[in-house]
């Protein structure tokens, strides 16, 4: 198990080697001259030329990429912004605690609401109950998170007045941001629960617990909805993946000064040093959440090495998620 | 034998005929089984009654979608305007309609993309296994590890806002997800017996591919391919509202909302029915989707 960590965790390298090489790919293509964005208009051929010297445009593209690497790996080092001309690090690590406390607030209150929706209708099944619940949860993840959050900002700002509809740094102001960037994987996770349920529901050892006389209620929440919760778990990955790609809009709606919104920002003033270093640090923290979740699944359920593999290939609630690596051996092999 | 065997005894042998992986098929058994659905039927009805909206927009749409008058801005919804206007006086209904041609067919075309590009090697790594396996699914291991929506994003920042930039950004941020779901559906079917049969008596694997594997695992990526429509069309309408997809005066719903929101406290409905217009578009998606899995996936019954 130690080992199976260690390696999940070094797997991050090549994860990461990747994404910068992506990253670079991009800095190749994009439009724009850096050297004629970063001076001013007045600056001698001289001063361009040394500025070009000076960030190693000069050099061949291998020593680029090298240097550019070494630069994020020795000194965090992911370029100066277009628009302020300060470091985009400095300005990415202000706006991340904001981003990371939305996200896992989002994920908590999500998972709370989620949760026992999903033990109801699943024990309810076709129940009006049941219905109304997967009603929600089709509804609940078709709904655009802007077009919610605008009708949010409708009622309870404009009309009601009861929350401010723009971030403000109060806890009030977080309110809305939160509701709407957990409504997604609230009916996604929903879902999940009740599915999975469903299946633990007709398992041998509830039936085995019924026929000795448990109570219902104990039968329902230890003996299936926690073994209902492994594929749980895992789905948290994924949610955050979707948290994570929402905050870009969610931020943006609400102005909450975040990643997301730092992103979305750079995109509209085609700051693209910018957008690469958002690009950078959100695959980054993506990737090691992930590598959590499926650490602490494997913690939760050591049967991941055959049982839940067979899910994984219906790809049904594991499509996109990150339980790496080759089929059988999954989980020994550390997936590189 | 056949002749002990009544008609409705045939029938019920015919219904309960699953192949062995359970939830695969082939495209005529997938769609018999769908049509016993009735969320999927009704979901399938939206889909196509939109699409055919889309495509005889100018029939359907009472005013031109861009022409303005100032006599009447910001008007609530009435009898003349089903959905008021807009700031310019445009016809709101007539741009929701309009509107129908670009989130859906565009968001099922990146789908069929991604499904050509990103289908095409998970069956090929699905099919091989081992090295070319590992590679492939290493490969798109690293770009899963930029959430989907950031992989469109900085596509769009580099080629630039417009229709065919979006479909490619779109396009990509679909493709690690269809060769992800293509190879757990191949998975699935590849072990039977006709696979091996089909390569004892020297089938070339392309054939085998194309031929045996994919028309049985065809229900598993269409239930995927749904879900990545609709989650395709809240992208696309999302990038236009946050002004980096289709700008205005494009009458992408997203793109209306996002002219619209300035007037939210005085003309909501600018704002609400384009909404809901991607409400129902992802509603009958998912509903697509979901009825498809329901009929195709016995662990559910």
């Known amino acids: 198990m130690f080992w199976y960590i260690v390696k999940r965790f070094l797997y991050?390298?090549?994860?990461?080697?990747?994404?910068?090489?992506?990253?670079?790919?991009?800095?190749?293509?994009?439009?724009?001259?850096?050297?004629?964005?970063?001076?001013?208009?007045?600056?001698?051929?001289?001063?361009?030329?040394?500025?070009?010297?000076?960030?190693?445009?000069?050099?061949?593209?291998?020593?680029?990429?090298?240097?550019?690497?070494?630069?994020?790996?020795?000194?965090?080092?992911?370029?100066?912004?277009?628009?302020?001309?300060?470091?985009?690090?400095?300005?990415?690590?202000?706006?991340?605690?904001?981003?990371?406390?939305?996200?896992?607030?989002?994920l908590i209150i999500g998972q709370i609401i989620a949760n026992p929706l999903g033990l109801l209708a699943a024990v309810k099944q076709y129940s009006w109950m049941d219905s109304l619940i997967i009603l929600f949860t089709i509804v609940g993840a078709s709904l655009p998170n802007f077009w919610l959050a605008l009708m949010m900002i409708m009622v309870f700002s404009v009309n009601l007045k009861w929350l401010p509809s723009m971030y403000n740094g109060t806890a009030a102001s977080l309110i809305m941001p939160v509701i709407v960037s957990s409504f997604g994987a609230i009916a996604a996770t929903t879902r999940g629960v009740r599915t999975s349920m469903l299946e633990m529901i007709r398992e041998d050892y509830v039936r085995t617990a019924r026929a000795k006389g448990q109570k219902e209620l104990i039968v329902i929440t230890r003996h299936a909805f926690r073994n209902a919760l492994v594929p749980v778990v895992a789905g948290i990955g994924s949610a955050?993946?979707?948290?994570?790609?929402?905050?870009?809009?969610?931020?943006?709606?609400?102005?909450?000064?975040?990643?997301?919104?730092?992103?979305?920002?750079?995109?509209?003033?085609?700051?693209?040093?910018?957008?690469?270093?958002?690009v950078v640090i959100l695959s980054f923290a993506y990737t090691i959440i992930n590598i959590?979740?499926?650490?602490?699944?494997?913690?939760?359920?050591?049967r991941l090495k055959t049982t839940f593999i067979t899910q994984k290939q219906k790809?049904?609630?594991f499509w996109g998620r990150n339980l790496r690596g080759k089929v059988p051996a999954a989980a020994g092999k550390g997936g590189v | 034998m056949a002749k002990i065997m009544t008609p409705a005894m045939e029938k019920l042998i015919k219904k309960n005929r699953y192949n062995a992986a359970g939830v695969g098929s082939s495209g005529?058994?997938?769609?018999?089984?769908?049509?016993?659905?009735?969320?999927?039927?009704?979901?399938?009805?939206?889909?196509?009654?939109?699409?055919?909206?889309?495509v005889f927009a100018p029939l359907i749409a009472p005013y031109s979608y861009f022409t303005q008058d100032y006599a009447a801005t910001l008007q609530l919804p009435?009898?003349?305007?089903?959905?008021?206007?807009?700031?310019?006086?445009?016809?709101?209904?007539?741009?929701?309609?309009?509107?129908?041609?670009?989130?859906?067919?565009?968001?099922?075309?990146?789908?069929?993309?991604?499904?050509?590009?990103?289908?095409?090697?998970?069956?090929?790594?699905?099919?091989f296994g081992r090295k070319t396996d590992n590679v492939i699914m290493r490969v798109i291991d690293i770009i899963q590890a930029i959430p989907s929506t950031l992989i469109c994003i900085s596509l769009v920042a580099i080629l630039g806002n417009g229709l065919i930039q979006l479909i490619i950004a779109i396009a990509?941020?679909?493709?690690?997800?269809?060769?992800?779901?293509?190879?757990?559906?191949?998975?699935?079917?590849k072990n039977n017996d006709y696979v091996e049969s089909s390569k004892s008596i020297g089938v070339s694997n392309l054939m085998i591919m194309v031929r045996h594997l994919v028309p049985n695992a065809v229900g598993i990526i269409v239930i995927n391919a749904a879900n990545a429509v609709s989650g395709n069309i809240l992208t696309v309408s999302a990038l236009s509202y946050i002004g980096i997809g289709l700008v205005p005066p494009t009458p992408e719903w997203g793109a209306i909302l996002s002219e619209g929101?300035?007037?939210?406290?005085?003309?909501?409905?600018?704002?609400?029915?384009?909404?809901?217009?991607?409400?129902?578009?992802?509603v009958a998606f998912n509903l697509f989707g979901n009825g498809l899995r329901d009929a195709l996936d016995p662990r559910l019954k």
């Open chain 2, 78 to 127: 009435s009898a003349a305007h089903l959905f008021g206007t807009d700031n310019l006086g445009r016809d709101i209904f007539s741009r929701c309609i309009y509107g129908a041609r670009y989130s859906l067919p565009i968001g099922i075309l990146c789908v069929f993309i991604g499904l050509g590009f990103g289908g095409g090697l998970g069956v090929i790594a699905a099919y």
């Open chain 1, 315 to 317: 790809g049904i609630f």
């Open chain 1, 292 to 302: 959590i979740v499926d650490v602490a699944y494997t913690i939760v359920d050591p």
């Open chain 1, 240 to 278: 955050l993946g979707l948290l994570l790609g929402g905050t870009l809009i969610v931020e943006t709606v609400f102005a909450v000064p975040g990643v997301g919104k730092y992103v979305a920002d750079a995109v509209t003033q085609r700051n693209f040093p910018a957008v690469q270093g958002g």
């Open chain 1, 12 to 106: 991050v390298i090549p994860v990461m080697f990747g994404v910068l090489v992506l990253v670079f790919l991009m800095k190749l293509v994009m439009p724009g001259d850096p050297v004629t964005e970063l001076l001013p208009l007045t600056a001698t051929q001289e001063d361009r030329d040394a500025l070009r010297e000076e960030l190693g445009l000069n050099d061949p593209i291998a020593v680029q990429f090298a240097d550019y690497v070494w630069g994020i790996i020795s000194r965090g080092d992911l370029g100066t912004s277009y628009k302020t001309k300060q470091p985009i690090m400095d300005e990415l690590m202000q706006r991340f605690p904001i981003t990371i406390l939305l996200g896992l607030l989002s």
């Open chain 2, 172 to 189: 990509a941020g679909t493709i690690p997800g269809m060769t992800r779901s293509c190879r757990a559906a191949i998975f699935m079917v």
């Open chain 2, 261 to 282: 929101k300035v007037f939210i406290s005085v003309a909501p409905h600018v704002v609400f029915f384009p909404g809901m217009m991607i409400a129902i578009t992802v």
């Open chain 2, 28 to 54: 005529k058994e997938a769609w018999k089984r769908l049509r016993r659905n009735k969320t999927a039927l009704f979901g399938m009805a939206i889909i196509i009654v939109l699409l055919l909206i889309g």
